[in-house]
């Protein structure tokens, strides 16, 4: 028993080496990311430590088996070196993704998932960010170096003096007891204590802020907790049915009053065009475009990642799973779409994005959406303009879809989808110095792509579709930060430009306050081009009397309505704020204002319950 007491120790010392490693991983974390997360306090780092060790138990359950399982196979020196770099090579690749999302997370806004790294049409992006990520954090790739060679030396090895001793029954069965009280308190530490249920993702807001729940989650935990689950959404039941289409019904019957027009429609999604970047004199062009157009000033993402944006924009799908929708088992649920819904009023169609074919898996959701015509890098014809990552570059592949309108057949419904002013931000060698550089690293490619965009409707302007054309230009999602202290809260991680431009009608312009989001984009269309149908919609149109956003990141749903704010998680409301008059969100008035929270939280409550429902039955279209 001496020498299997001696492998508990051994196993218990490199449990805690394995801890340690993941309070620096949060700590540099935190040092990384400090202007993107709320005040801190030693709750967030108690929190932090649970669901570290939650991971840690669930990455190495198995090597708990492998160091006392009863018998004296233990003792052998080959098995023991096996072991030890067995767990470091685990520990360290699950250590390598905590290290990733110190840099990742200010583009996404919440830790990676299992669907995330595994996504197809991700990979590449995965693969290509790396290098760029290396050459911009040299010095966090030398901190993981010099960690990982650390952690080698650090962990214990196996004492070579133990002489292996005859093991009695009574041994065996001491040993037994001893494995299994390990392996029920190592499940016990997983699933974060004797609570009912083990903890979740969605558990992190109870040690921090919404704005910190990413600091106290680590990376493994949330892979972990995704890895095995198909989906992420469940049936929930708030309401019965006549009371849930009382509060919130998604079937739309759109009776417009004018003729139906036959204009054509052009959708130009901008990468990370966040509200952080646009009137702060990086964006000339579309800020002058918005004064000709009807621009709505409360514009919302509906999630933090492009893969989001494009079944938001095109098929009015909202974002409330982890999963991405278009990568989802549910992707070939039957849903409307505006090429399907065009096509039927005698649209040609077609999606354009400048990066590599099956990039983010744009070109299969262009099938499933039925766009009859895909173009990305492949089909690109025109100077050469590679960016060596992504794809061509914003201003010959604007040009190149320019010229492609020009072909299309009258009238026609056609998407872009810029991409130079995502990571590593390379604009062309020819306009170095050209633009101003901002005060973040999105910006001077940001104001490329502003450039581009002015230099296609200076194209634009001079062919014959041009008059008959509704423009209606989106984000995709916000960037990695903004420089103002409300570019830090959760509103602002959603807050993007929309606007619709309609230069054959110069009275479509002005200023909209109202709560507007991608998923409004489809309905808004549908309605101002005058087309009768009945639809399932989780939008609404411009012309709707609703005032709302919602949408989800992490476990919490979000609520914008009216002037009020209302975040939800576990079944119940976290906080209600009134994010006109308190724009930083500091004052909580969820047990000042009662009625407005059962209010907004029964209106969340039925949205959930109808999307989730239809979803999960495949009611997406009637």
Known sequence: ??????????FLKKFFVITVAYSICRVLFLAMNIDLFDKFSSKIFTGGLIFDLSSIAYINIIFLVGYLFPGNFKYN???????????????????????IDIIYYRF????????????KGMEHEIIGLIPSFLKEFWYLAIAFIFLS???????????????TQKLTKKDYYKQSAFFIISLTLIVIVGRGGFQPKPIKIVDAIK????????????????????????????????????KLISIYNPLISFKPNVPTTKKNVVIIILESFGNENIRRGQTPFLDSLITKSYYFKNGFANGKLSIDAVPSIISSIPSLMNNSFIISSYSLNKSNSLPKILKKEGYTTSFFHGAFNGSQNFDQYAKVAEFEKYYGQNEYIGPEAFDGKWGVYDEEFLQFFAGKLNT??????????????????KIPERYKGKFPKGTTIVQESIAYTDYSLKL???????????????????????????????????ISKFHIPILFFDPGNPNFSGINEQNFQQIDIMPTIIDYLGIKIDLICFGKSYLSKENYAVFYLQGIYHCVKDDYYLS??????????????????????????????LEISNFLKAYIQNFNERVINDKLSL
């Open 207 to 242: 040690y921090g802020s919404q704005q910190n729940t990413a600091l106290v989650l680590n990376t493994p935990f949330t892979i972990l907790k995704t890895i095995t689950k198909k989906e992420d959404i469940e049936q929930v039941n708030y309401f019965d049915k006549e």
């Open 149 to 163: 060679i650390l952690l080698w030396f650090i962990i214990p090895d196996f004492n070579t003096r133990i002489t």
């Open 1 to 10: 028993m001496v020498n299997y007491k001696k492998n508990i120790i051994l």
């Open 108 to 119: 996404t806004g919440r830790r990676s998932t299992f669907s995330i790294i595994t996504a």
């Open 568 to 597: 939800f998680a576990n079944n119940e409301v976290i906080g209600l704020y009134n994010w006109k008059k308190d724009p930083l969100l500091k004052k909580n008035l969820q047990n000042q204002n009662v009625l407005k929270t």
């Open 77 to 99: 020196l080959k098995y023991q070196r096996t072991l030890k770099i067995s767990f470091y090579v685990v520990n360290l690749i699950f250590i390598t993704t905590n290290f």
């Open 408 to 425: 299309f057949k009258e009238p026609f419904f056609s998407s872009i989808f810029t991409i130079s002013s995502h990571n590593p931000y």
């Open 456 to 490: 296609f409707f200076e194209n634009a302007k001079k062919q014959k579709w041009y008059n008959n054309t509704l423009f209606v230009i989106s984000a995709d999602h916000t960037s990695a930060g903004g420089d103002l202290e409300t570019d830090k809260t959760i």
